[in-house]
């Protein structure tokens, strides 16, 4: 099925609940708790977004991270800044990383979540690395051509 590149993506709570990896009773409760936010629309035709995804996304990786639902319901209205470090990965964990390849055989993978980086901080550590290693890689080449 083609969408145009705006339209968000609509899910049913049944799909929604299992690209969560969470319960519909989870996922009710978490809207009930206002972690989530409510279904765009009402009865059956109410209908959840790529937000919502994510949303339940961050709860799920905080949640295994040993955080209680209130601290995070701190978080998620920012009462405090700063989003605090999850517990070591698990076997079988989903994360989603952002790939950054600098040259052949040169990569940075980042679990932005993990390391506490905000997508603008992200872009900018990705365009700090690519410049530093064309720094690198342009100086390497004038001592060759120099010698």
């Known amino acids: 099925m ?3 590149a705006n339209t968000p ?3 049913p709570l049944d799909t929604l609940c299992t690209l969560a990896g969470l319960p519909r009773r ?11 936010d409510p279904p765009i629309g009402a009865t059956r035709g109410a209908y959840y977004t790529d937000r919502h995804l994510q949303q339940l996304l961050t709860i799920r990786k905080w949640t295994e991270g040993g955080l209680s639902l209130e601290r995070i319901s701190e978080l998620l209205r920012g009462d405090e800044p700063g989003v605090p470090a999850p517990k070591p990965r698990k076997p079988g964990s989903v994360e989603v990383m952002s790939h950054l390849v600098v040259a052949d055989g040169v990569e940075l993978v980042i679990e932005p979540g993990r390391a506490g980086l905000k997508p603008e901080e992200v872009r900018k550590l990705f365009k700090s690395v690519l410049d530093s290693y064309s720094e690198i890689t342009r100086s390497a080449n004038n001592k060759e051509q120099g010698e």
Do not use: A
């Not at 989870?26 to 989530?36: D, N």
């Open 26 to 36: 989870t996922v009710r409760y978490y809207i009930q708790l206002k972690l989530v």
């Open 9 to 11: 993506t609509q899910y």
């Open 2 to 4: 083609n969408t145009p």
